[in-house]
């Protein structure tokens, strides 16, 4: 049974040359069985379920059908949690202090777009749902040309990829790893410490970097050591930063559909028992009695086929010869309605909201509740807290590479681009949900609020800070021109003491005089007059 991917975790304060092989071994065993776990939780979600019965009766009648309801979760998670990139906002426009901040971020968001990051994104979600853990590799692009990014950004297999980490207090990365398998079997590594990329051939020896210099003892070879190949250094890793970002879904680090593998196989067994019955039924076994058929010539008794009769007498001694299928009693409904309740139990287990019932075309509080999109949004929600951290670890590789890169003009916005100048923005659009952002965000704008703080609370928009930078002109005239005729009108409606004001239409107005209390106004209803009351 799983129980979601463990952590690996080394003792050693600082892993050198000297080392890093060492760690490399016992991280392995460690390794191995969580790439065998998310391999069979790759198979499982691609369909290969193996149906757990321990009879048959009929090994002629064997069905497996597999619902795959985990595709269906996976495909639900892939679309309402990740169906939009994850995109970069400002943390706030007057904090910084840079002036082309949002300029910057609406850059890194290009750079981003050039690297087809959608696409990637997709591709990394489904490493995260399925297996609850992901991997990204953040490097340098060396192949730049005009309009490509100034980084690149490449989706590693959980099952060649992992991170060993800090067993003291805060866990903070200590390795990053890939590596590949050969033709003839070689297992090429390629580590990152903070400091240096080492390159490990079959957890063995080191293959790159300069030659470790020699003790004068040891430069002293014999004849045997002298054509043995030389203790590598590795070389300098000019990012700064372990550039393997390990992401997870949740902190048990398990996949969307893991816990409910034993009752999506249980469904399935169900399901194909149900074929099973139906398929023995229709394929019934005759029971006869009292039944003689002819033989042909061979002694091969003739069956009856489609179309023929059978013509039975009854016998001198009164038995009377039948034929009848051997069929079991099943309850047809009860055990549709076990696989509807089964099924539909699971998804809710899996925060996957019903999209089939008939809801009435309501999109009120009351249905999204009784739904399940409720539940699917607060799912998301507490999935979006965990991801928006993987993704800032991402995001500091990513700054170290721009600032790394020759490509990068020496005056761009990107250089003076700092880490704490970010948050991720992630979306999560509803159709029906436009028309009241866009009411939230007029209002916002009206009252005072900031466009680009507005922008954000609405979450409408996939690059928010792209959309101020192209509005933000028009957004700052609108609620100048508002704010300075508000105040204009009401300066001069203070200030108006003119025969048209208010103060001189007191004498002139009964009406209005009348609401005074110093000089009530009594009307004579048979003269139709006021009269003042004086006293």
């Not at 007057?94 to 994104?121: Q, V």
């Not at 590799?137 to 980084?151: A, K, M, Q, R």
């Not at 949004?377 to 790394?404: F, N, P, R, T, Y």
């Not at 990107?414 to 209002?443: G, H, W």
Request: contains cysteine; glycine residues 6%.
């Amino acid at each position: 049974m799983l129980r979601g991917r463990k952590e690996i975790f080394t003792d050693e304060q600082e892993i050198t040359r000297d080392n890093i092989i060492l760690v490399l071994q016992k991280a392995m065993p460690y390794f191995t069985t969580i790439a065998s776990d998310c391999h069979f939780l790759l198979n499982y979600e691609a369909g290969e379920q193996p149906i757990l019965r321990e009879k048959t009766y009929r090994p002629d009648i064997d069905c497996h059908c597999e619902d795959n309801i985990a595709n269906e979760i996976t495909e639900f998670k892939l679309g309402f949690n990740w169906g939009n990139p994850i995109t970069l906002v400002q943390r706030g426009e007057k904090d910084s202090g840079i002036e082309d901040e949002a300029l910057a971020i609406s850059m890194l968001n290009e750079c981003y777009e050039a690297e087809k990051i959608k696409s990637k994104t997709q591709a990394l979600a489904r490493y995260i749902e399925i297996c609850g853990i992901g991997y990204t590799l953040i490097d340098i692009n060396t192949d730049w040309e005009e309009g490509d990014s100034y980084f690149t950004v490449n989706v590693l297999d959980p099952r060649f990829a992992f991170v060993v980490k800090s067993s003291m207090v805060g866990h903070k990365p200590m390795l990053g790893v890939s590596f590949r398998k050969d033709e003839i079997g070689n297992v090429h590594f390629t580590c990152f410490t903070k400091t240096r990329r080492f390159e490990i051939l079959n957890l063995v020896k080191i293959v790159n970097g300069e030659p470790v210099s020699e003790t004068d003892e040891e430069r002293a070879w014999d004849d045997e050591k002298r054509w043995t190949q030389k203790d590598r250094s590795g070389e300098l890793n000019p990012l700064g930063r372990i550039p393997v970002i390990e992401w997870i879904r949740s902190h048990d680090r398990m996949g969307c559909f893991e816990r409910q593998i034993s009752e999506m196989d249980n469904l399935n067994l169900l399901i194909s028992d149900f074929s099973n019955d139906v398929d023995q039924n229709t394929q019934a076994i005759w029971h006869g009695n009292d039944i003689d058929f002819p033989v042909d010539e061979e002694g091969n008794v003739i069956r009856p086929k489609t179309n023929d009769w059978i013509l039975t007498h009854t016998t001198t001694d009164g038995k009377q010869p039948f034929i009848n299928p051997l069929s079991v009693a099943y309850d047809y409904a009860g055990m549709l309605s076990n696989i509807v309740t089964r099924r539909a139990l699971i998804l809710q287990k899996c925060n996957v909201p019903q999209r089939n019932d008939d809801s009435g075309g309501s999109t009120g509080i009351a249905m999204s509740d009784a739904t399940g999109w409720s539940a699917a949004e607060s799912a998301a929600c507490k999935e979006q807290s965990i991801i928006e951290g993987c993704k800032m670890d991402e995001v500091k590789v990513v700054l170290s590479a721009i600032k790394k890169s020759s490509n990068v003009p020496t005056n761009s916005p990107l250089l003076k681009l700092k880490y704490s100048d970010i948050q991720p923005n992630i979306k999560r659009q509803k159709t029906y949900e436009m028309v009241t952002k866009s009411s939230c965000f007029a209002n916002l704008v009206s009252h005072g609020i900031d466009g680009l703080h507005a922008l954000k609370a609405i979450n409408l928009f996939d690059d928010v800070n792209q959309v101020y930078e192209d509005s933000k002109d028009l957004i700052k005239s609108y609620q100048d021109s508002m704010f300075n005729n508000t105040k204009d009108a009401t300066t001069q409606d203070e200030n108006q003491t003119t025969d048209g004001g208010y103060e001189a239409q007191i004498e002139n107005s009964p009406m209005i005089d009348g609401q005074s209390k110093e000089k009530p106004v009594i009307v004579d209803d048979k003269n139709k007059q006021g009269i003042t009351n004086d006293k």
